[in-house]
């Protein structure tokens, strides 16, 4: 990974305002950033996408240029797009991704004011159906929503956040 530590504070700080707002715990969005990014190894999860929890991610890829670059990146390494999508932050990227839990955590008639904006951040929340809006209610919840087939995924998190707190 291209991150030291300098970096990693930042990233961390970004995850633990994002989360204070939304009345989240911090631990688990963090482990599921470490989760989805190998520990901020993966391709999409480096300068210049910063995608810290796959949003958008599906493995699709083309060698055309997609008409929508806005939901693909360019890996010029190997002459193709794929699918997903890229932040300008690491800010920007924790709010994404505690938006994007937040449209699963709630229907949209319960956020708050600070929770919508968050939701709003998240460029792949409207693709959330509504009979899913609000289907979170325990992390083994996220099986076959965030993560397909995600079997064990919710508890891996878990598992996972547990050991950060220690």
């Known amino acids: 990974a291209t991150y030291n530590s300098t970096d990693w504070r ?3 700080r970004s995850y633990d305002k994002a989360a204070k ?9 963090i ?18 996408r910063r995608n810290a929890a796959g949003i958008g991610v599906t493995g699709e890829t083309t060698k055309e240029e997609p008409a929508d670059e806005s939901a693909w990146a360019e890996d010029t390494d190997n002459n193709i ?3 997903g999508y890229s932040f300008k932050s690491w800010e920007i990227a924790a709010r994404a991704h505690v938006g994007h839990m937040i449209a699963y955590l ?3 008639n319960e956020l ?5 904006a968050l939701v709003a951040g998240d460029p792949r929340a409207r693709f959330i159906p509504v009979d899913k809006r609000g289907s979170v209610l325990i992390l083994n919840d996220l099986d076959g929503k965030w993560a397909v087939p995600g079997r064990g995924y919710g508890n891996s998190i878990a598992t996972l956040a547990n050991a950060l707190r220690k």
């Open 10 to 12: 930042n990233i961390l």
């Open 21 to 29: 707002e939304a009345d989240l715990n911090p631990y688990i969005l």
């Open 31 to 48: 482990a599921q950033m470490a989760k989805e990014t190998d520990w901020g190894r993966s391709w999409w999860s480096q300068r210049p």
């Open 81 to 83: 797009w794929k699918k």
């Open 106 to 108: 709630y229907k949209d």
């Open 112 to 116: 708050n004011d600070v929770q919508k």
